[in-house]
């Protein structure tokens, strides 16, 4: 394209072009270029200069800037040249007309100079309402120079027509921030604006209204608040309104329903709220509406169904209600249909198997119930049918063998029965059949190897029964098999499943031993045969699978030594996962080598046979450990005094309960920072607890540890004494559960200050040991505490009275102790009636739960309000019983002194001849009742 400009001596720009600048760094303020434009409109002519010099001169700041624009101004008007300029490729709009020019240029003939200056400014004001981060990466938005035209070859993310006008901003993904200039709304030839993927906070300025030849908006990725400014509606020739990704708030704008050349309306993931408007439907241009991802409720307007050019429909994600509208099945150009993630109920309707171009069908996570109709297998074109995650009921019709184009099947979580349909092996291109945690029966159909392009099969969690079909250990791309929680029986199918990369056999009644092929699988990397119950030894020919990561091969009935077991991963390069427990395993921990399994994060070999002490070299080698349980076994000895605490900077559950392990707890632990679960009970502890737990920071806060990759991470993990029951955790429970377990040792010296500094500690357990003196005040800075073990031992003093201020306590024992006072009151204290939780033992205990009145002397270990009324009201109580004790005294010398036979009894020489004793409730009683007593 070739240009006739005016090509001057040196490069410079205009003085026009530089004035924004000028405006701002002299006089403090932004002042329209409309206040200096010349009659005529023209800024190139050098008599535009005076009113700027003047301007400049009255600031104090001109003598410079007016003498280098003079020699600027006096270049340009030398003579023109003839020069060409290659256009930048160009951006059509749905009628196909091209624009975007972008040429070099200075003054151009039937160029509009001052909408060009305006255009100009406008895209400065843009650049001034950006953070300052933000305005560096547009660096080259500047107007030093006189070269015309410049910010359309230039300036990032520019495109302009043949005359210099701005017509496309696509600033997408340049890590933008700060707010949109309103002064955008002076771009007037801009047809094309986008700025997604950046920080653009604030509102969407209504001044874009001012754009009245917008086709294309896109805003999408950014942070933009507020609601739909009405006055978009006024664009007219709007095609596409894309918002997606923002913090936009309200309802829809009705308004909206005005832009009849509406193509997309995309406003996903947003916080829009109210009804679906029903007017949607006079957009009779719109193929595509997504409104997936706000907070929309009441039921989808049945007048969408005239929409007979929509052919995306997604309403993900929302709050919608009622029954899905029959009258979508007049939607006769729909592709992709997403109603997934609502509340929606009723049945799923047989008529929409009139929709024959749907390709997408998204009903999951609702209330839908009722039976899949057969008619689905009318939908020829159907690639991907999601119905899971509802109510369904029935059995799974067969006619959707006739969807050949299927690809993705998902069915899990219903309530359908019956078996499952051996035609389904018809689906040639089926690479996902998902039917977990269903109610499905019956052996799982040989067919299913017919599915050569199969990558996922889950039917976890149904009835099934039989052995696996030996069909599927040669499909050519199965990458995930899941088969756990069912009831099949016989082996391990033999079967190269060279594909294969998870495979979860889990919770079954698989038997046998584990096959010598398994080690055939080279592609495995999570393999979960865990609760079955397999016999025999781990093969050595696992030692091929060099990709594995996790194994778990918990309850089941497995043999060997441990020393020869670990060896046969040591190939695995990132072996993480590993768990033996319960089982039948034998063998030393001291001959085990845990140098060959540097990224080890999981290791569980609780309730074995395995014997040995604990490695000195723990904390030398498993640098990523994070659970280390061998809980349940016959480890003897003492814990190494010097293990390196520091290179175990991940360790989080630690656990060697039920051993033989004797000798003192080791201050090295209580500098495990991340560790929140430590089990030591039911060994031979002796010693005191280290004041060192004072540095477990994992029970001062709660952090998540390290994620694991799905589905790589370990299903359970190890049970933990609550209560006095076993209970086990998943694994992912885990993070937020805080447990310290002492108990069931010879653990002497006091209950250790420090451990009022753990402040995230929900279980404390230091039953059955020799622990004496008080209970530290300061435990009720353990807000968070809920079991609270400290029965049997030899505490004495008072329960601390700030306990009561635990508001989630909810099991308190203190039974076999020495402990006196007044037993506190309120908050959880006052649900606490049984009880054999502060008795028997702890005679000086008082209180109503264990049905003895405080006397004065309890009384005064209380230092709250009731505790002291209730002290003052027993001691008048009892000043008036010794006031009348002393009146009765009175009268009982003054009988003696006058009546003989009273002053026989009362000096009688022996005990025994005493026919009444003052009881220990003062009170005078025959002395037979007293013995009786």
């Not at 169904?305 to 309403?315: F, I, K, S, W, Y």
Request: glycine letters at 8%; aromatic letters at 8%; a negative charge.
């Amino acid at each position: 394209m070739n240009l006739w400009v005016r090509e001057p001596t040196s490069v410079s720009w205009p003085l026009f072009l530089f004035l924004p600048m000028v405006m701002i760094i002299c006089t403090g303020r932004v002042i329209a270029f409309e206040e200096w434009s010349l009659p005529g409109g023209d800024p190139f002519h050098p008599c535009s200069l005076e009113k700027w010099i003047d301007v400049a001169s009255a600031n104090g700041r001109s003598s410079s800037i007016v003498r280098q624009q003079r020699c600027v101004m006096e270049r340009l008007w030398r003579g023109y040249d003839k020069v060409a300029f290659p256009s930048i490729p160009a951006v059509r709009s749905s009628e196909g007309e091209a624009y975007g020019y972008s040429p070099r240029g200075r003054r151009l003939a039937g160029v509009n100079n001052t909408a060009v200056a305006e255009d100009v400014a406008a895209l400065l004001a843009f650049k001034a309402a950006l953070g300052t981060d933000a305005q560096n990466r547009l660096v080259n938005w500047t107007v030093a120079g006189n070269n015309v035209g410049e910010h359309c070859l230039t300036w990032v993310g520019v495109g302009c027509n043949s005359e210099l006008r701005v017509v496309t901003l696509n600033l997408t993904n340049q890590r933008l921030s700060g707010g949109i200039s309103p002064m955008i709304g002076n771009l007037t030839e801009l047809s094309y604006l986008d700025l997604s993927w950046n920080g653009f906070s604030g509102a969407i300025p209504q001044q874009m209204v001012n754009c009245q030849k917008l086709l294309v908006v896109d805003l999408r990725k950014n942070t933009l608040g507020g609601g739909i400014p009405e006055e978009i509606a006024e664009l007219s020739l709007l095609e596409q309104l894309v918002l997606t990704d923002n913090n936009l708030v309200g309802d829809i704008p009705l308004a909206l329903t005005k832009l009849k050349q509406l193509r997309v309306l995309d406003l996903q993931n947003n916080t829009f709220t109210g009804r679906i408007p029903s007017e949607f439907e006079l957009l009779q241009n719109l193929t595509w509406l997504n409104l997936a991802g706000n907070q929309l409720n009441e039921s989808i307007p049945s007048e969408l169904g005239n929409m007979r050019n929509l052919e995306v429909l997604d309403l993900r994600d929302n709050s919608l209600t009622g029954y899905i509208p029959i009258d979508l099945k007049n939607c006769i150009s729909l592709t992709h249909l997403y109603l997934s993630g609502n509340r929606l109920t009723g049945p799923v309707h047989a008529e929409f198997a009139a929709l024959a171009q749907l390709r997408v069908m998204y009903l999951g996570d609702n209330l839908l119930s009722g039976k899949i109709p057969p008619q689905m297998g009318n939908l020829g074109n159907l690639e991907d049918l999601r119905l899971n995650k509802n109510l369904l009921s029935g059995s799974i019709p067969g006619e959707l063998r006739n969807c050949t184009n299927m690809t993705n099947l998902y069915l899990g979580d219903n309530n359908l029965t019956g078996r499952l349909p051996s035609v389904l092996g018809d689906l040639a291109q089926l690479q996902v059949l998902s039917f977990g945690n269903n109610h499905l029966s019956g052996k799982i159909p040989e067919g299913l190897g017919n599915c050569s392009s199969l990558i996922q099969l889950n039917l976890t969690f149904n009835d099934f029964s039989g052995s696996i079909p030996t069909s599927l250990g040669n499909l050519p791309n199965l990458t995930f098999l899941f088969l756990n929680n069912n009831h099949l029986t016989g082996s391990i199918t033999p079967g190269r499943y060279k594909s294969v990369t998870v495979s979860a056999l889990s919770y079954n009644n698989l038997s046998g031993s584990i096959p010598d092929n398994v080690g055939e699988w080279t592609n495995i990397q999570l393999l979960d045969l865990s609760a079955n119950n397999l016999t025999g030894e781990i093969p050595p020919s696992l030692a091929n699978l060099t990709q594995l990561i996790t194994l778990d091969l918990a309850s089941n009935k497995l043999e060997g030594k441990l020393e020869s077991i670990l060896p046969i991963f040591k190939g695995s390069k990132f072996f993480g996962v590993f768990s033996l427990q319960r089982n039948q395993i034998s063998g030393s921990l001291d001959l085990v080598n845990f140098n060959d399994f540097p990224y080890l994060r999981f290791f569980s070999a609780s309730y074995n046979r395995i014997t040995g002490t604990l490695p000195s070299s723990l904390g030398n080698t498993l640098l990523y450990l994070e659970t280390l349980d061998l809980s349940h076994n016959y480890l003897s000895g003492s814990l190494p005094p010097n293990i390196n605490s520091t290179n175990l900077p991940y360790l989080r559950i630690f656990s060697l309960a039920v051993n033989n392990i004797s000798g003192p707890i080791p201050p090295w632990m209580g500098y495990l920072k991340t560790l929140h679960i430590l089990q030591l009970s039911e060994n031979h502890f002796s010693s005191s607890i280290p004041e060192e737990i004072s540095h477990m920071d994992g029970l001062k806060v709660l952090v998540p540890g390290i994620p694991f990759l799905t589905p790589f991470k370990p299903t359970k993990l190890l049970d933990l004494n609550l209560r006095g029951q076993d209970a086990s955790y998943d694994y992912n429970a885990l993070d937020y559960v805080s447990h310290l377990d002492f108990s069931y040792n010879s653990l002497s010296g006091t209950i250790p200050v420090a451990l009022t500094q753990l402040v995230a500690l929900k279980y404390l357990y230091l039953s059955d040991n020799n622990l004496e003196g008080e209970i530290p005040t300061g435990l009720g800075a353990l807000q968070i505490l809920e079991v609270m073990e400290l029965s049997h031992n030899n505490l004495t003093g008072v329960i601390p009275s700030d306990l009561a201020t635990i508001p989630s306590l909810n099991y308190f024992n203190v039974s076999y102790n020495n402990l006196e006072g007044k037993i506190p009151s309120g908050g959880q204290f006052d649900t606490f009636t049984n009880p054999l939780f502060f008795l028997p033992g702890n005679d000086g205990l008082c209180g109503a739960v264990v049905g003895r009145k405080c006397n004065s002397t309890s009384n005064l270990q209380g230092s709250e309000d009731a505790d002291i009324r209730d002290w003052i009201h027993d001691n008048i109580a009892l000043g008036g019983f010794f006031v009348g004790f002393g009146v009765a005294m009175l009268s009982m010398g003054m009988t003696i002194a006058l009546w003989p036979p009273a002053k026989r009894l009362v000096f009688r020489k022996k005990p025994d001849d005493f026919p009444f004793l003052i009881g220990s409730d003062g009170l005078l009683v025959a002395r037979t009742e007293l013995l009786r007593r």
